[in-house]
């Protein structure tokens, strides 16, 4: 009879301390559009410095995304599955399909707070998120205009690679440097306003896929042996250094007469490597790992009901060959 009391008694203590660690054990999850990016890396960075520094708040910075960031319908199940998850208390989405992942969102009506990160919905579906924590996207593309416009006052022949064609972050970007270029708002594509016009076959997307895009450029250089401008308004081509050294090497005589240009966007380390070689003449940079770190916060102030602008902007790091050891925001 004693050895049956002492078994429930052990039974219903492991229930107690067993509910007590799921309730401490609430999970803050970030969902990106690929593991493969790495960008991406840089916001786990954030997310895990998160952890370490709040080992005892009850919550967990969780990361995650599919393998590939060609999968877009991997990210939208994976936000699935978190939304049934009762540990989650509230997600952060880079959405690489905004479309795909607002028709979830509506369907689902989630009753945990949704936010975004690094990439937004479109304007119009903005309501289905509490807030956007990132970029000023139209601002990057804004950036990457002017400061083609500095090296080529008279414009030229210009090449726009871009991601996933449902991308939000990256349309912005692209809207940014066109209306920049152009001196007016609403260009769809530039046909000779102040003096720029996009080639044929351009704009070129690469699915967020490195090999792709290094390929794209490639091609692109060998078609266009007199092209003005190429920009990156992602910096995918650049995450492979030794494949984007190969393609600019068949034109770093161009590239070091400032005959053809090279902005794009981002500023890991092997990029800065590549401005500092004279592979790109300006990188535009965002602060993944700031994303990353801030995001837990500002799901737990979602949690309590505290108030929380509707976007929140991370700020930009702007490089070039002359200021690269200096330009990144410590």
């Given at each position: 009879?004693?050895?049956?009391?002492?078994?429930?008694?052990?039974?219903?203590?492991?229930?107690?301390?067993?509910?007590?660690?799921?309730?401490?054990?609430?999970?803050?999850?970030?969902?990106?559009?690929?593991?493969?990016?790495?960008?991406?890396?840089?916001?786990?960075?954030?997310?895990?410095?998160?952890?370490?520094?709040?080992?005892?708040?009850?919550?967990?910075?969780?990361?995650?995304?599919?393998?590939?960031?060609?999968?877009?319908?991997?990210?939208?199940?994976?936000?699935?599955?978190?939304?049934?998850?009762?540990?989650?208390?509230?997600?952060?989405?880079?959405?690489?399909?905004?479309?795909?992942?607002?028709?979830?969102?509506?369907?689902?009506?989630?009753?945990?707070?949704?936010?975004?990160?690094?990439?937004?919905?479109?304007?119009?579906?903005?309501?289905?998120?509490?807030?956007?924590?990132?970029?000023?996207?139209?601002l990057m593309g804004v950036k990457f205009a002017e400061y083609l416009q500095e090296l080529k006052p008279d414009g030229g022949s210009i090449c726009l690679q871009l991601g996933n064609v449902a991308a939000d972050n990256i349309n912005a970007r692209a809207a940014g440097t066109r209306?920049?270029?152009?001196?007016?708002?609403?260009?769809?594509?530039?046909?000779?306003?102040?003096?720029?016009?996009?080639?044929?076959?351009?704009?070129?997307?690469?699915?967020?896929?490195?090999?792709?895009?290094?390929?794209?450029?490639?091609?692109?250089?060998?078609?266009?042996?007199?092209?003005?401008?190429?920009?990156?308004?992602?910096?995918?081509?650049?995450?492979?250094?030794?494949?984007?050294?190969?393609?600019?090497?068949?034109?770093?005589?161009?590239?070091?007469?400032?005959?053809?240009?090279?902005?794009?966007?981002?500023?890991?380390?092997?990029?800065?490597?590549?401005?500092?070689?004279?592979?790109?003449?300006?990188?535009?940079?965002?602060?993944?790992?700031?994303?990353?770190?801030?995001?837990?916060?500002?799901?737990?102030?979602?949690?309590?009901?505290?108030?929380?602008?509707?976007?929140?902007?991370?700020?930009?790091?702007?490089?070039?060959?002359?200021?690269?050891?200096?330009?990144?925001?410590?």
């Amino acid at each position: 009879m004693k050895r049956i009391k002492i078994g429930l008694l052990a039974a219903a203590l492991v229930g107690f301390l067993g509910g007590t660690a799921l309730a401490q054990e609430k999970t803050l999850a970030i969902v990106v559009k690929g593991l493969d990016n790495p960008f991406f890396e840089q916001i786990n960075l954030g997310c895990q410095k998160w952890n370490n520094e709040n080992a005892n708040s009850g919550y967990k910075c969780f990361y995650t995304g599919p393998a590939s960031s060609a999968d877009e319908t991997g990210e939208v199940q994976i936000v699935d599955d978190l939304l049934t998850r009762p540990d989650v208390a509230a997600i952060a989405i880079s959405p690489s399909n905004a479309p795909l992942m607002a028709k979830l969102l509506r369907e689902k009506a989630p009753s945990i707070p949704v936010m975004t990160i690094d990439a937004d919905l479109s304007q119009d579906d903005a309501s289905l998120r509490k807030t956007y924590l990132g970029t000023d996207n139209y601002l990057m593309g804004v950036k990457f205009a002017e400061y083609l416009q500095e090296l080529k006052p008279d414009g030229g022949s210009i090449c726009l690679q871009l991601g996933n064609v449902a991308a939000d972050n990256i349309n912005a970007r692209a809207a940014g440097t066109r209306d920049t270029l152009a001196g007016e708002k609403g260009i769809e594509r530039l046909t000779g306003q102040n003096g720029w016009t996009e080639i044929e076959g351009c704009p070129v997307f690469t699915n967020d896929q490195v090999d792709l895009a290094n390929q794209q450029m490639a091609d692109t250089f060998t078609a266009n042996p007199d092209l003005d401008a190429f920009v990156l308004e992602g910096g995918w081509a650049q995450f492979a250094p030794q494949a984007y050294a190969q393609v600019t090497d068949q034109v770093m005589d161009k590239l070091e007469a400032k005959e053809l240009i090279i902005v794009a966007g981002d500023t890991l380390p092997p990029q800065i490597e590549a401005l500092k070689a004279g592979r790109s003449h300006v990188q535009v940079g965002q602060r993944p790992f700031e994303m990353g770190y801030r995001a837990p916060s500002v799901m737990l102030d979602l949690i309590e009901g505290k108030a929380v602008e509707s976007v929140i902007y991370t700020g930009l790091d702007e490089c070039t060959q002359e200021n690269v050891d200096i330009c990144i925001a410590q």
